[in-house]
């Protein structure tokens, strides 16, 4: 969030030096006018909103849990081999800020800001913490057993992206994500002494 407030404050001063420069505005279609919109007020809600989108991808909440799968093996003469294997792993989920939109509402004095759907990035395994338990595996020689660690951690990442896509944990990320995006708007509206204008995030239906 540090990173989101200089950026934020960058371009505050920025916009208050072009309009030192250029008293005429030059057309934003980054915010949305409804109802009449202050000069002051578009300039720095524009400025910010620029910045948040030039950051394209923010990351807004980790989960860490663990995988634990099995898988089984036929081996020689009916001897059956088993492999046990319990991982730790992580996942980061992002907004992509590019495609965010705000509209200000003078009426209600609300900065309404609607956000793309909530993407996850790829699941990072910590091997250095894996548990493997091998059960009747004998028979088989190093690169079988090798094979089926494969498959394990194979199915180990589809079951923690399962794990991953929970309700509870989704929803965690999401009003992390809304929290960090209304920070960062309503921090230059206070600093210029707004405020009481009110930032609400919000994510599209389909997201």
């Known amino acids: 969030m540090a990173h989101l407030r200089l950026l934020a404050l960058t371009h505050l ?3 208050g030096a072009g309009y030192q420069l ?3 505005p030059a057309p934003l279609d980054t915010v949305i006018q409804s109802g009449f919109f202050q000069t002051d007020v578009k300039r720095v809600l524009a400025a910010a909103v620029v910045s948040l989108r030039a950051e394209h991808k923010l990351i807004v909440y980790s989960y860490k849990g663990l995988a634990a799968v099995s898988v089984e093996r036929d ?21 992509d800020l590019s495609k965010l939109t705000a509209v200000f509402d003078e009426a209600t004095q609300v900065v309404t800001v609607h956000l793309p759907p909530l993407m996850m ?4 395994f910590e091997p250095e913490g894996a548990r493997v338990a091998n059960g009747g595996l004998l028979t088989f020689d190093q690169d079988q057993v090798e094979e089926l660690t494969a498959l394990n951690f194979a199915t180990a990442r589809k079951a923690f992206v399962k794990q991953a896509q929970g309700r509870t944990v989704v929803q965690a990320a999401q009003r992390q994500a809304k929290a960090n995006v209304e920070s960062a708007l309503a921090l230059p ?4 002494g707004r405020p009481d ?11």
């Open 189 to 192: 509206l206070r600093i210029v």
């Open 197 to 207: 204008i009110r930032v609400v995030a919000r994510f599209n239906p389909s997201g």
């Open 22 to 24: 250029a008293p005429e």
């Open 75 to 95: 081996g020689f003469l009916f001897l059956n081999g088993r492999q046990d294997l319990i991982v730790p792993a992580g996942v980061s989920y992002f907004v």
């Open 13 to 15: 001063l920025a916009a």
């Open 121 to 124: 990035g790829d699941v990072i």
